[in-house]
């Protein structure tokens, strides 16, 4: 990838994003943060696609293949990590895919309890 001034800039500030979050009290937070986003966003979505029934398939579906794809993403990550040509420090990397495998498991906690309150 060519190096323009605006890939050089989204380049410096991922690397500041990531150490800043490198002290782990920084980072527990940011993943409590992910997780109850995910929590609020699981809760959100099923209640407002519910409002007209016609929606619920549609969105089912989606949320299906964005939680598949957050999992196949995290879990294949050791090849997408390889396989980079950069020689900056993959931590950045790292910390966005468990932040996005973070917001899926509160993604999925808010649908799971959002089925038993409908299911009660």
């Known amino acids: 990838m060519q190096r323009t001034r605006l890939n050089t800039l989204f380049d410096e500030n991922f690397l500041r994003f990531s150490q800043f979050f490198q002290n782990p009290w920084r980072k527990f937070a940011l993943f409590i943060i992910s997780l109850l986003f995910g929590n609020f966003i699981g809760t959100v979505v099923p209640t407002t696609a519910g409002q007209k029934a016609a929606w619920d398939p549609i969105v ?21 990590l390889q396989s980079s040509s950069d020689k900056m420090p993959n931590q950045g990397s790292e910390l966005i895919f468990a932040l996005l495998n973070v917001f899926k498991i509160g993604l999925t906690y808010g649908l799971i309890v959002e089925a038993l309150e409908l299911g009660s």
């Open 60 to 80: 089912g579906a989606a949320l299906l293949i964005f939680i598949e794809l957050i999992s196949r993403l995290y879990y294949n990550r050791p090849q997408l």
